[in-house]
């Protein structure tokens, strides 16, 4: 008995996968999948579980390549690093020239580029694919972004494509490029997605601590904007966060969590990969600098003896005054709302220009437009704004960047005024709104024809020689400081 495809990991991102594909192909051509966990008693219990998959169980690397009919397909849903390591060589043992390794895990770019050298060497294929949508989406459909050659994709796809999710009847699944890019492209993903997260955590500490609106009040506003502009998952899942209560005491379950959030680290590579590329991401930089800051309790502990206005949870400030004194909320949460939208979208301008700056630095010439359709359904970031910005990329496959986009500038620039009021309001009463404000930084550092950079070039002239352009000829200057001050042209 052989099958189709194989499963290596079956803990619950893996198994849901696995059984997503058996689900497809056994619909499909009643092909098989095959499961294979270095803890096989694991591997046994998920196929005893879900006697409908029809699971077959690998007892070893060898036993899965006997049991894959070829060219053998096996993807991997181990934990990102060593693990993924130990699994790929592993299986480079087993597989022949023309069989096919797929990462479906969290890997690094630059990982999965030298992992794709390394199977090369054996003939192998290697594929990364990033995959998004957390358990419940590897088990009803993903988003996929491939990354690997056209003959890997040509064989693959007809595995992969019925289990991603659909977006108005497109499939939510990608060739991105070749190696790295699949990866990538995820890495991306998921920096927005840090983004995101922080930026309506902002919202809700605005709401919270200037309007003095209770986390099942903010619950009610938040299922309100799901309906317009802001509709997403993660809109839809912080409403559903804020209205839960902590059954023992009836208080706000997000009140008991501890006030300080982790990361498993793709966030932070976005914005490392984003200081190589030369690419400025600085509202991801500030919403991973914010779950940093979060997590650093001793910096925290010194919190109490520095001065400012302080917001408390119920929205009285230090001087007694209640937040909720404040006239019109209704327009002040459209404000924030509208701050939020203005917020986000310069995000997806971040993690898009990076992408663009990925794809030309590796060669990948992948589809922007493309990525932005795949991204509709299935994963973390699904939003209504990407119908939009996969709009723009349908009306000009060549936009230079997303701010170029006529309907985003319209976006934009209806939000701005909302986006610079609720970060001046924040920093007047104390509540901390890094992304927010980063947001509005990026966007009036882009608008401003004339910022700061002409000093800073100047100042590095200054001490170190290192030369500057002028703006009214061409041509590179150095200017002798230390001495006459004339100007000498290189
Ligand atoms: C997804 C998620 C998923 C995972 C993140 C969480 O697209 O399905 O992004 O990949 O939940 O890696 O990352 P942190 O633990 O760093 O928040």
């Known amino acids: 008995m052989t099958a189709e495809v194989g499963v290596i990991g079956t803990g619950v991102m893996g198994s849901n996968l696995a059984r997503n594909l058996a689900r497809n192909l056994a619909d499909r051509a009643g092909a098989r999948v095959a499961v294979y966990d270095r803890d096989v008693g694991r591997a046994r219990a998920v196929a005893q579980e879900h006697p409908d998959a029809d699971f077959l169980v690998a007892e070893s690397p060898a036993d899965l390549a006997d049991r894959l009919s070829g060219p053998r397909v096996a993807i991997l849903m181990v934990n990102a690093g060593p693990a993924t390591d130990s699994a790929i060589s592993d299986l480079l043992q087993v597989f022949e020239a023309g069989d096919i390794i797929v990462d479906g895990g969290n890997s690094l770019f630059t990982d999965s580029i030298s992992r794709g050298r390394q199977a090369e060497a054996a003939g192998i294929e290697f594929v990364g694919v990033g995959i998004s949508g957390g358990e419940i989406g590897a088990l009803e459909g993903p988003s996929m972004m491939v990354g690997g050659t056209e003959l890997a994709w040509a064989r693959l796809r007809p595995i992969l494509e019925p289990v991603a999710a659909e977006a108005n009847r497109e499939s939510c699944i990608a060739h991105v490029g070749t190696d790295g890019a699949g990866h990538f492209v995820k890495m991306i993903h998921n920096g927005i997605e840090y983004a995101d997260m922080q930026l309506i955590a902002e919202a809700f500490a605005v709401l919270r601590g200037r309007l003095g609106l209770t986390p099942p009040e903010i619950a009610e506003v938040f299922r309100e904007w799901n309906l317009g502009d802001l509709e997403s998952y993660l809109i839809e899942i912080t409403a559903e966060v804020l209205a839960h209560t902590d059954e023992a005491t009836g208080e706000a379950f997000v009140d008991i969590i501890a006030d300080s959030a982790g990361a498993k680290g793709t966030g932070g590579w976005t914005v490392k990969t984003g200081l190589d590329l030369g ?171 004339r910022a700061s950079a002409a000093l800073v070039q100047a100042q590095r002239d200054f001490f170190g020689s290192h030369t500057y352009a002028r703006a009214d000829r061409a041509g590179t200057f150095h200017t002798l400081w230390a001495g006459d001050r004339s100007e000498t042209k290189l």
């Open 279 to 449: 690419v400025p991401v600085s509202t991801i930089a500030e919403a991973v600098s914010a779950r940093s800051l979060s997590a650093a309790s001793v910096l925290r502990s010194s919190g109490p003896a520095l001065d400012g206005p302080r917001p408390t949870a119920g929205g009285a400030r230090d001087d007694g005054t209640a937040a909720s004194a404040i006239k019109e909320p209704d327009a002040v949460v459209e404000t924030v709302r509208r701050a939020l939208f203005t917020g986000k979208i310069l995000a997806y301008v971040q993690g898009f220009h990076e992408i663009a700056a990925g794809s030309q630095e590796y060669g990948w010439t992948t589809d922007l437009g493309e990525v932005a359709r795949i991204w509709r359904a299935g994963c973390i970031i699904r939003a209504r704004l990407l119908d939009r910005i996969a709009g723009a990329y349908e009306t000009d496959p060549d936009l230079s960047s997303l701010l170029a986009d006529p309907h985003v500038q319209d976006a934009l620039n209806a939000g701005q005024q909302s986006l610079r009021e609720v970060v001046a309001d924040a920093a007047t009463h104390g509540v901390p709104v890094p992304a927010l404000a980063s947001a509005l930084g990026y966007f009036d550092g882009i608008r401003t024809t």
